[in-house]
Structures are given as structure tokens and as C-alpha cells.
């Protein structure tokens, strides 16, 4: 196994277990996001991979992970959110089906 072969092995694990950690929490420590960061920009350094190689590998497991690509899911979300939201505003009575009348 060439040191590339390795490093994308290793580099698929790391955005896979981050991608699992997206779905149980809905949510990323900032830890995981910079140590992500720091092993990519290595690559860069040691000249084993350029930028798109690296995307590549990242959007493969991205879609992999969720089934959808990171605009995509970007997307989605952006637009549960406002949906959410918009939600949230409605008084509660008229959310919940209260009637105010007076019986």
C-alpha cells in the first residue's frame, strides 16, 4: 500500500466517523472540524494529494454517509430550518388547535 492509498484510507475513516457524528448528534465539536482541516492541509503540504482530489474523496463519503451531496443536504436543511421557524411563529393556540370561543 503506497502512502496515498494509506492516507486516503485514513482520511475516508476520519470524514466517515464525522459524518456519523452529524447523524447521532446533528452536531460537530469543533475539535473533530480542525483536526479534519489540519490532516487535509498536510496532504496539501506533502504534495500527496492537490485540492480536487481531496474533494473528491470528501463528497464521495459525504454521499455515502447521508445520500446526498453536501449542497444538497445544505439545502435541505437551510430550508427545513425556515420551514421550522416559520412554524414556531404561528401562536400557539392556532398551532394547536385551540378554540378561544367560549362554551
Not at 7 to 14: A, E, P, T
Not at 20 to 27: Q, V
Not at 69 to 87: A, G, H, P, Y
Request: proline share 0%.
Amino acid at each position: 500500500m503506497t502512502n496515498k492509498e494509506r492516507y486516503l484510507d485514513i482520511l475516508s475513516h476520519i470524514v466517515w466517523e464525522y459524518c456519523k457524528e452529524i447523524k447521532l448528534k446533528n452536531s460537530i465539536s469543533e475539535e473533530r472540524k480542525q483536526y479534519i482541516k489540519g490532516y487535509m492541509a498536510a496532504a496539501r503540504v506533502l504534495n500527496v494529494l492537490d485540492y480536487e482530489e481531496l474533494k473528491e474523496v470528501i463528497n464521495k463519503v459525504y454521499f455515502k454517509a447521508f445520500g446526498k451531496t453536501i449542497e444538497e443536504r445544505k439545502q435541505s436543511e437551510s430550508s427545513e430550518s425556515f420551514l421550522n421557524k416559520e412554524f414556531m411563529e404561528i401562536m400557539t393556540f392556532i398551532r394547536e388547535g385551540i378554540s378561544l370561543n367560549k362554551k
